[in-house]
Structure formats: structure tokens, C-alpha cells
């Protein structure tokens, strides 16, 4: 089952703009991680954050952490074509031994 | 260093046969995880080895087993192929470690007529 939730689904921006996604969860987690993926290949790492932070950069992501909501936001400023993927946030319950969860995904679209 | 390589890339089936899908992780890696990626299900995920051993398994019938070499090399099979089993079927490399941050595979696209 999912644990991670995305939101929106999809999202189509212009070039330079920033995007913005969500993603809940249900139940306690270790870290945090948000992937992308290109159509029909494998997923890239982007950013971990851990369950004691609140907020991390990584070149132009910013991503927000906040364990009492069960939420996070992964925000990608001044956008580029090549930016264009699915975007899927990834929690992980600890230990290592019980795998990654992934949420369905935010398809995101930079219109040039 | 080379990145995780998944063989066959693509292949087709058909219903009742068997297929059995290659994974090399990264080197000195020596956990290998398997998703399952459908338009309808999302990522979900299969099982994960280490150091040879069946770690954690997903919610998956009995049809999909995987095993780990000595080498961390893994392979999965699905017996007795259903047309639901239509996916991309996603390796994934990790060093084991408290953080399990994974590097994919381009994955194994496998069609089921």
C-alpha cells in the first residue's frame, strides 16, 4: 500500500517559474526522500531529509519536513524544460530492512 | 563506477510462461531491492536482499521469488505469467546503510499477451 500521497498529481509551469509539490504520510518515519523520474526509466535520488530536520537545500530544491502534519514539500525554483519528470516522495520507516514507500507521484511539465 | 544494470531491458511474454530478470547493483553495494511500477499501482515494492538473505518482502504472491548471489548480483522470476504482471520492474542498489538511499536501475519493461 502507499504510504506516501502526492499532491497535485500533475502540474504544468513556464520556464523560470518555481514548482512546488506536496506529499503526506501516514505513519512514523526515519528519513525522507524525494526521487524523479524520467518517462519510463529508472528513479534518480534527489534530497533525504531526516525526521529531526525541518528543512534542507540541495542546488535549487528546498525541501520542508513537518513530522507533525506528516508532510513534506519539495520546492524547485526557477524551473527548467529539463526539469520535466515525475516527481515522487519516498519515506522509509527505519532500520532499512522493510524497504522505501513511495507515493504515486507528481507528474511535473515545464512548458518552454 | 558503474551505475545499477538491469538485463533484459525489454521483453515479451505470454501468459502462463515464466521470466527471470537480472539486476547488477553497484559495486560494494550489498542490498538489492525490486519495485514493481504500473500505471494503476504506482511503485510498489517486491523484496529486498542482503548478504544473500531475503531481508523484507512486499505483498506480492508467491508466483514472484528472487534470490542474491555471493556477488550481490540478484535476479527475480515470476512464474506463471498473468497479464496484470505488465509492468516495469525497477532494481534498486543501496550500501545497506541507516539512510537506504536507493540508485535505480533503467529497469526491465515486461509486456504480457
Known amino acids: 500500500s502507499q504510504q506516501g500521497e502526492e499532491d497535485p498529481q500533475a502540474l504544468s509551469i513556464q ?3 518555481n514548482a512546488t509539490m506536496n506529499c503526506s504520510y501516514k505513519t512514523s518515519i526515519n528519513n525522507l526522500q524525494w526521487y524523479r523520474q524520467n518517462s519510463g526509466r529508472g528513479l534518480v535520488h534527489l534530497i533525504l531529509i531526516r ?3 525541518r528543512e534542507k537545500h540541495s542546488g535549487r530544491l528546498r525541501v520542508t519536513l513537518d ?3 506528516k508532510s513534506s ?5 526557477a524551473s527548467r524544460a529539463a526539469d520535466t ?5 519516498a519515506t522509509d520507516a527505519g532500520g532499512g530492512a522493510d524497504g522505501l514507500t513511495f507515493g504515486k507521484g507528481t507528474h511535473l511539465i515545464i512548458q518552454p | ?3 545499477v544494470t538491469q538485463t533484459p531491458r525489454y521483453l515479451i511474454k505470454t501468459r502462463g510462461q515464466q521470466v527471470t530478470l537480472s539486476c547488477s547493483p553497484i559495486s560494494g553495494h550489498r542490498s538489492v531491492s525490486w519495485y514493481q511500477q504500473t500505471p494503476g499501482q504506482g511503485l510498489q515494492f517486491l523484496f529486498e536482499y ?3 538473505t531475503q531481508r523484507n518482502k512486499g505483498n506480492f504472491p508467491g508466483r514472484f521469488s528472487g534470490r542474491q548471489f555471493s556477488n550481490s548480483r540478484s535476479e527475480m522470476n515470476v512464474s506463471t505469467l498473468e497479464l496484470g504482471d505488465s509492468a516495469l ?3 534498486a542498489s543501496s550500501s545497506g546503510g541507516w539512510a537506504n538511499v536507493l540508485t535505480f536501475g533503467a529497469g526491465s519493461r515486461l509486456t504480457v499477451l
Do not use: M, P
Request: contains cysteine; charged residues 20%; hydrophobic residues 30%.
Open chain 1, 73 to 77: 514539500s519539495l520546492l524547485i525554483t
Open chain 1, 67 to 69: 513530522t507533525s502534519k
Open chain 2, 50 to 52: 542482503f548478504s544473500e
Open chain 1, 51 to 53: 525526521s529531526n530536520e
Open chain 1, 85 to 89: 519528470a515525475s516527481y515522487f516522495c
Open chain 1, 15 to 17: 520556464e523560470g517559474e
Open chain 2, 89 to 91: 520492474y525497477l532494481c
Open chain 2, 1 to 3: 563506477k558503474a551505475g
